[in-house]
């Protein structure tokens, strides 16, 4: 809801400030680091900050963002929460579009677009999860 002025100023340079200091390796691993924000309008902004992914949550189109931000980052999201309370036949084919909006690129990690609702119907979450496990080889080598 940021001027992209307000956006840098207010929320974005803290975000690089907390990245920066955050320890990156443990027992001589990578430790990966994502970062989200609302929106996605400030997505190049958000993606040089040093992060290794970015987090969309379900009102940014995938596919538009990975050839906004090429291979600088990681992406993670996108599917919309509510759709989980629909039939796990929506689920799949949801599943399938985003997959396909994102391409075979990598660094996709699939998640929802912003947390799980309550109530949400467990079976259908076994359907985004045996969805994703099925049609993500499809579109990225394990």
């Known amino acids: 809801m940021l001027t ?36 996605g309008r400030q997505l190049e902004a958000l993606a040089d900050i040093g992060a290794d992914c970015v987090g969309l949550d379900w009102t940014t189109d995938i596919g ?3 050839k906004r931000v090429g291979d600088k980052v990681a992406l993670q999201g996108n599917l919309d929460p509510a759709l989980l309370y629909a039939s796990s036949n929506a689920v799949r084919a949801e599943v399938a579009h985003i997959l396909h909006r994102y391409g075979a690129h990598p660094g ?25 496990r099925e049609l993500s080889p499809g579109y990225h080598a394990a």
């Open 64 to 66: 538009r963002a990975r």
């Open 108 to 132: 996709q990690v699939f998640n929802l677009g912003h947390g799980i609702g309550v109530g949400t119907p467990v079976e259908n979450v076994a359907a985004l999860v045996d969805a994703v």
């Open 4 to 39: 992209p002025y307000d956006y840098r100023e207010y929320s974005l340079q803290h975000m690089e400030r907390v990245v920066a200091q955050l320890t990156r390796t443990r027992d001589g691993q990578r430790v990966p680091v994502i970062v989200f924000t609302k929106g």
